[in-house]
T-cell receptor, first 113, second 110 residues
Framework: NAGVMQNPRHLVRRRGQEARLRCSPM?????VYWYRQLPEEGLKFMVY????????ESGMPKERFSAEFPKEGPSILRIQQVVRGDSAAYFC???????????FGPGTRLTVL | KNEVEQSPQNLTAQEGEFITINCSYS?????LHWLQQHPGGGIVSLFM???GKKKHGRLIATINIQEKHSSLHITASHPRDSAVYIC????????????FGKGTLLTVNP
């Protein structure tokens, strides 16, 4: 049973470009959570999705950021018109149910030049 | 004030020493996680607990719900234990949202 998978592991973008981060949850997990770790800061919740639904996006910036978890395929965190302040490690976690333990992926490290 | 406070921020130990990392939180919780992150690496879930004590190999986690406090212990520490250890709580009115401490950087010297 493969763990949570994220790709790419490293992503470099220039200011103004778009970044797409992908997360494939563990088999049997239908709950996905995205967290951001800014340099020298702790992890912060961004968004919680269940298949085809956004349950809670209270931690996600209102502009430029969006997330989806389609019926088929991975969850995607999309950042439009990236700025240097978006440089961070983005972690995805999944769980079989809302109350269960969350398992984390290896993260995507985004660098905005 | 952060909802989750960890101490110490940095910890250096000699191989073989007994390690304790502390976590205090200020909100009611349904569960507490201990996570491990190697520099530049991914996050590994070590424990999820809501009461009592759990043990896995050389790692032991305890939680005191009344005192809103948890500890992570490492027995017979080894250089490969060097990592950041992060406490995260699920609570404050949410059954799913994790709130994280800033982490404890552990360095175990040979």
């Amino acid at each position: 049973n493969a763990g949570v998978m994220q790709n790419p592991r490293h992503l470099v973008r220039r200011r103004g470009q778009e970044a797409r981060l992908r997360c494939s949850p563990m088999k049997g997990h239908s709950h996905v959570y995205w967290y951001r770790q800014l340099p020298e800061e702790g992890l912060k919740f961004m968004v919680y999705l269940q298949k085809e639904n956004i349950i809670d996006e209270s931690g996600m910036p209102k502009e430029r950021f969006s997330a989806e978890f389609p019926k088929e395929g991975p969850s995607i965190l999309r950042i439009q018109q990236v700025v240097r302040g978006d440089s961070a490690a983005y972690f995805c976690a999944s769980s079989p149910d809302q109350l269960d333990e969350q398992f984390f992926g290896p993260g995507t490290r985004l660098t905005v030049l | 004030k952060n909802e989750v406070e960890q101490s110490p921020q940095n910890l250096t130990a000699q191989e073989g020493e007994f390690i304790t990392i502390n976590c205090s939180y200020s909100v009611g919780i349904s569960a507490l996680h201990w996570l491990q992150q190697h520099p530049g690496g991914g996050i590994v879930s070590l424990f999820m607990l809501s009461s009592g004590k759990k043990k896995h190999g050389r790692l032991i986690a305890t939680i005191n719900i009344q005192e809103k406090h948890s500890s992570l212990h490492i027995t017979a520490s080894h250089p490969r234990d060097s990592a950041v250890y992060i406490c995260a709580v699920k609570g404050g009115g949410s059954n799913y949202k994790l709130t994280f401490g800033k982490g404890t950087l552990l360095t175990v010297n040979p």
